[in-house]
């Protein structure tokens, strides 16, 4: 029996589309209209082997989910930001909040956000409500992003709360942005010299190597640690050495990554790293200021919101990513639980800069902390920017002063081996 893909609109107004099996397209039509559903297109569905088996009738609820995806990881920052800043505008333009999930949803390519909203979908029209939908699925919508829609829903200004909400995921992303580019050049840099040298010490060495032999040339220390050291590279110093040493230099990068991931699952290796990454001359303070405008930022938009100031410095020590100051922020949350101040614990812990303490001392006093706060960002985002450039800037004659070092360390071991020779030459004759 042939089958029909169908749109209709139901008695309640509310769009729906599936598949129905009927002898031709007037029966198909006729069949939906039995059942209450006004069809607006109802075209024959080229369907194959499975598919048809999975034909659903119009009685059967369907699973908008744009099929099976697989994916690791969460939703990027920048599908999420789009989302939420499109989920705004429809909700200021006064679209009920259903039709407007379900709208994005329908926009979305296939994977795992698609597959989310679908699922935040279902919820809502089943009757829960949109921030508790959205709580189920932390890969895509975070703690503090639930609890500002939840903020936003109890206030009635979801749209408010949304646009909010955009901004935030847009200046984070913009700073995460700058740091990342700024850091491209020196890595760039770093591995092409790296691969560099690895090919001179696996190439080239040796044949210098043959050439001191066959003069029987008495070799210099240098001369004889660099030939040591290329023996190594490709996996000749000694019948014990079952892997070339360029393999674990190429390696190498991937081991730190991942022994560096591998010590920040646990608490006391996350606290460590983050200590000894603070104390670190020149990155210590661009990890300060960078952290200082992340939490500010967090918690300002956050108070700003509506959160009750207790639960927005959980979330914002929870999302801060750093154990000084979510140490710092556990010192406040507990300070303003027994009624005492923000700025006090904050001065003690002696994280943040006294103009930071000072600006959050004067918020509390006025009323006006969640702005005090947002200008605390604003003004770090820029001292980030500074530090940055402060950084390249470093780095750059660093990088030349160590490859100039690297580069001018082999020539002179191969030259001197070379100048010997040449002596030797000249005495014979």
Not at 400 to 420: D, R, S
């Amino acid at each position: 029996m042939p089958t029909f893909q169908y749109e209709a609109v139901n008695a309640a107004g509310k769009e729906q589309k599936g598949i129905i099996e009927a002898p031709d397209r007037g029966d198909a039509q006729s069949q939906l209209k039995a059942q209450g559903y006004f069809p607006t297109l109802v075209e024959e569905a080229k369907l194959k082997g499975r598919q048809k088996k999975a034909a659903k009738s119009p009685g059967k609820s369907k699973k908008k989910g744009g099929g099976f995806s697989f994916s690791i990881g969460k939703v990027g920052l920048k599908k999420m930001t789009t989302f939420t800043r499109q989920l705004s505008t429809l909700q200021d333009a006064g679209l009920p909040l259903l039709r407007s999930v379900q709208i994005l949803e329908s926009q979305q390519r296939p994977g795992m956000l698609k597959s989310i909203i679908a699922d935040v979908a279902e919820d809502v029209e089943s009757g829960s409500s949109l921030s508790d939908s959205m709580a189920k699925h932390p890969k895509a919508f975070d703690r503090l992003y639930s609890k500002m829609v939840a903020a936003g829903e109890v206030g009635g200004v979801l749209d408010i709360i949304l646009q909010r909400l955009a901004d935030f995921m847009e200046k984070g992303e913009r700073l995460r942005r700058r740091i990342k580019g700024a850091l491209i050049y020196p890595a760039v840099v770093i591995s092409i010299a790296v691969l560099i040298v690895t090919g001179i010490m696996y190439f080239v060495i040796p044949k210098f190597q043959e050439i001191f032999n066959d003069f029987d040339v008495e070799l210099p220390g240098l001369t004889i640690w660099l030939v040591n050291a290329s023996k190594w590279v490709a996996g000749g110093s000694s019948e014990d050495q079952a892997v070339p040493g360029a393999v674990w230099i190429l390696l190498s990068p991937f081991l730190v990554f991942g022994l560096y991931k591998l010590i920040r699952v646990t608490g006391p290796g996350k606290a460590a790293t983050d200590i000894v990454f603070a104390r670190i001359p020149v990155i210590g303070p661009l990890i300060k200021k960078t952290a200082i405008a992340r939490f500010t930022r967090t918690l300002g938009t956050l108070i700003s919101a509506g959160v009750p100031i207790l639960e927005a410095i959980l979330i914002t020590r929870d999302t801060s990513g750093n154990y000084i100051y979510e140490k710092a922020l556990t010192s406040v949350h507990d300070s303003i639980r027994d009624g005492e101040t923000f700025a006090g614990p904050l001065r003690e812990s002696k994280v943040c800069d006294p103009i930071v303490v000072n600006m959050i001392d004067v918020g509390e006093e006025t009323g006006d902390l969640d702005i005090m706060l947002m200008k605390i960002a604003d003004n770090y985002d820029e001292e980030v920017d500074v530090a940055v450039a402060a950084l390249l800037s470093l780095l750059e004659p660093f990088m030349v002063v160590i490859l100039g070092g690297i580069v001018g360390t082999i020539v002179l071991a191969l030259f001197l081996p070379l100048v010997k020779m040449i002596e030797s030459v000249s005495q014979a004759k």
